[in-house]
């Protein structure tokens, strides 16, 4: 056998012993939720997962808006920046994985004080040199290979954050778009409520100056119009604080073109599909990023058995040195090589304790990856209980505003020909009043409902 081939088949195990590590084989745990969502609705066509959020979100306005806090969101951009600073230690660990090389230039001029026999100095020394150097752990028992791979399945859970950051604003800012569209339409009501009882009290007013109507009518009906008017007032701050908490989600000035007008019926898409829990709970980003911490955690365990067996480097130089600089690339050559090998004797019970943190951190992870599972299978389950119900509740509501609007109408007649007392006519505009409110209410739930339930299902994660 020749010496290239021999060589050759030494450097074939060390790469087959590099590939080798002493992490545990990973297994994904069992999936610890039912198979089906408690209020379950079979995925037909694309399954809300692969829908993007441009496809969800339809009003132009709503959309220009999102793209606006993409682009300018402060917390959206920390979370790209953490996934460029993990790209970066992962690529600092897997440097690891290669010989470190480096080129030296170095030289000495000195003075030992002889001299000779005429007095003239002769102890001038000179000494130039020029080496390259390379130096390399032989990572036979996959201590660095194991760093590594806990440092790339960092980078995927810091990137996985990232998606579930893009999901969380993008869901913030749809929904702070609606409640301030809702918000507005509860001040555009109370403001027509409060004119329309001004009007009333006005005339009120004349009746009881006439003598018409007693006290108790006029105090009724002053009661109404205050109240209307603090609810106008509390609406008020209320819209500008929606537009505040718009503005820093978008991290900029939204402009006024772009804010709803009126509550919007098909701002958002209203049949989301959902499919079954491990089609979906398992790609969420908030759960891959918790699967990919644990495989991290995993590969820690390997790690730390490997700090029980030996540490083998290698490191060696080659060059040039001359007593004239000018002549270095000329003079004679130098080598250098040093492999050493370190074994753990006694650590104080380092290494030990060093193992039994990575395995308990091993465990701690799986047990917050099988939270993010669970957490994430309520976080639908509580949203698809919503949606069963919404469309009834939101029937209802309408129902019972159209009849409050007829009983209003009756009553207000009936008071006219002075069948009923005012005291029946002030019942029948607060049940009016308390149903237009809770109509819009319950249309903001809606809205809510598809938003966080597109949330909870992975908010697109397919295509992006």
């Known amino acids: ?115 000779d026999s005429t007095g003239t100095p002769i102890g001038t020394t000179e000494l130039y040199s020029a080496s390259i150097g390379a130096s390399w752990e032989l990572d036979l028992f996959g201590r660095v290979r194991s760093l590594n791979q806990a440092a790339l399945q960092s980078y995927f859970a810091v990137a996985e954050n990232r998606k579930a950051a893009q999901i969380s604003l993008i869901s913030a800012v749809a929904s702070a778009w609606l409640n301030l569209a809702a ?21 009120t007013q004349k009746r009881f100056d006439l003598g018409s109507t007693d006290q108790m009518v006029l105090r009724q009906t002053q009661v109404l119009t205050e109240q209307a008017r603090a609810d106008v007032a509390a609406l008020t701050a209320t819209v500008q604080q929606d537009k505040n908490a718009l503005r820093l989600l978008v991290g900029a000035d939204v402009a006024s073109d772009q804010l709803p007008d009126a509550f919007p019926d098909n701002a958002v898409l209203a049949d989301l599909p959902v499919g079954v829990p491990s089609d979906i709970l398992l790609k969420r980003p908030d759960v891959m990023a918790a699967e990919y911490s644990l495989k991290a955690a995993n590969a820690d365990i390997g790690a730390a058995r490997a700090a029980f067996f030996p540490r083998i480097s290698l490191t060696g130089s080659v060059g040039k040195a001359s007593t004239d600089l000018g002549d270095l690339f000329d003079g004679s050559d130098t080598w250098t090589f040093s492999p050493s090998i370190s074994v753990p004797i006694f650590a104080g019970g380092a290494n030990v304790a060093n193992l039994n943190v990575s395995k308990t951190s091993r465990d701690i992870a799986v047990a917050q990856y099988e939270g993010s599972i669970q957490s994430a ?45 005012r005291l029946t006519l002030t019942d029948a505009e607060r049940t009016l009043y308390g149903a237009q409110q809770q109509l819009i209410a319950i249309r903001l739930v809606r809205s809510l409902n598809l938003i966080n339930l597109y949330a909870s299902l992975g908010g697109g994660y397919l295509a992006e």
């Open 377 to 421: 299978f309520r976080d639908v389950a509580d949203q698809l209980a919503t949606r069963s119900t919404i469309d009834d509740r939101l029937t209802a509501q309408t129902n019972v505003v159209s009849a409050a609007t007829d009983s209003h109408t009756l009553a207000q007649a009936r008071f006219d020909r002075g069948i009923d007392s």
């Open 1 to 115: 056998m020749t010496s290239f081939l021999k060589l050759t088949l030494f450097g074939a195990s060390l790469i087959a012993l590099n590939a080798c590590t002493m992490s545990p084989r990973y297994e994904r745990t069992a999936l610890p939720v039912p198979d089906q969502f408690p209020t379950a609705v079979a995925a037909q066509g694309q399954s809300a997962e692969t829908l993007s959020w441009r496809q969800i979100f339809l009003d132009p306005r709503l959309q220009g808006v999102i793209d606006q806090a993409l682009t300018n969101n402060r917390d959206l951009r920390v979370a790209v920046l953490n996934v460029e600073r993990a790209r970066s230690q992962y690529r600092i660990q897997r440097a690891s994985l290669f010989p470190a090389v480096n080129g030296t230039v170095s030289g000495t001029r000195g003075n030992t004080g002889e001299v």
């Open 183 to 203: 918000d507005q339409d509860q001040l555009r009501l109370s403001g027509e409520t409060l004119r329309l009882r001004e009007e009333s009290l006005t005339l």
